[in-house]
């Protein structure tokens, strides 16, 4: 069972930059594919990025969208957020759909393994 392990969390001003990082501390990810999911204080867990299991598709829930990169290579997932908002404060963490080569990367019901989340907070 792989075992994922998020990095590069922490507190910025509004309108910084931060790049969360994902790796496998048991376990691979290569060939599965690869999502960011994300939960605030108080509210639902909330998909925000995906990844295909070779990095050519990428899926981004729409209050992201040109703000945030996702990219993986054969051993870390990438999570680059740009233009951070006070509402992007939240608990990240990184997940690996259930399926090899599974093409619904942008199906977050499809994430069924999950890391223990790195915290982002963002002033105003």
């Known amino acids: 069972q792989v075992q994922l392990v998020e990095s590069g969390g922490g507190l910025v001003q509004a309108g910084g930059s931060l790049r969360l990082s994902c790796t496998a501390s048991?376990?691979?990810?290569?060939?599965?594919?690869m999502g960011w999911f994300r939960q605030a204080l108080g509210k639902e867990r909330e998909f925000v990025a995906g990844?295909?299991?070779?990095?050519?598709n990428s899926y981004y829930v729409t209050s992201v969208k040109g703000r945030f990169t996702i990219s993986r290579d054969r051993n870390t997932v990438y999570l680059q957020m740009n233009t951070l908002k006070p509402e992007d404060t939240a608990l990240y963490y990184c997940?690996?759909?259930?399926?090899?080569?599974?093409?619904?990367?942008?199906?977050?019901?499809?994430?069924?393994?999950w890391g223990q989340g790195t915290q982002v907070t963002v002033s105003s």
């Open positions: 997940a690996k759909a259930r399926v090899a080569y599974d093409n619904r990367y942008y199906v977050p019901e499809q994430y069924t393994t």
């Open positions: 048991a376990g691979t990810f290569l060939n599965y594919p």
């Open positions: 990844t295909s299991w070779n990095g050519a």
